[in-house]
């Protein structure tokens, strides 16, 4: 029974995961100067262990908008788990005066372990 309902939950999160996916390639492709939808597909992919997609379309948000703010936290917290700490601070540091420090507020917790 139980292996029935993984195989079940996991298809129907795999179908939500798709749908999500591709609505956030239309917003994209609707709305190419805003760096939401990058920023929530690279969100996406690495939550489907696709690392090196999701860290192009993060590094596209902030290209597309300097002062997205999600998007550099998001680059931190992925460059820490890559262990790139230089990366990380400089992405956590530039969220941070953007007004959001949990990057930052999260690095100095992993650091003081």
Known sequence: MA?????VVEFALDGATRRAVEEQQGLIAAEPRNPRGYHQLGLLYRMQGKRDEALGLLLEAVRVDAAFAP???AL???YAAGNDMGAARR????AAELGDSRARDMLARYESV
Not at 3 to 7: A, P
């Open 3 to 7: 292996f029935v309902r993984k195989e």
């Open 76 to 78: 931190a917290e992925m």
């Open 91 to 94: 992405h956590a540091e530039r």
């Open 71 to 73: 998007g550099h936290a």
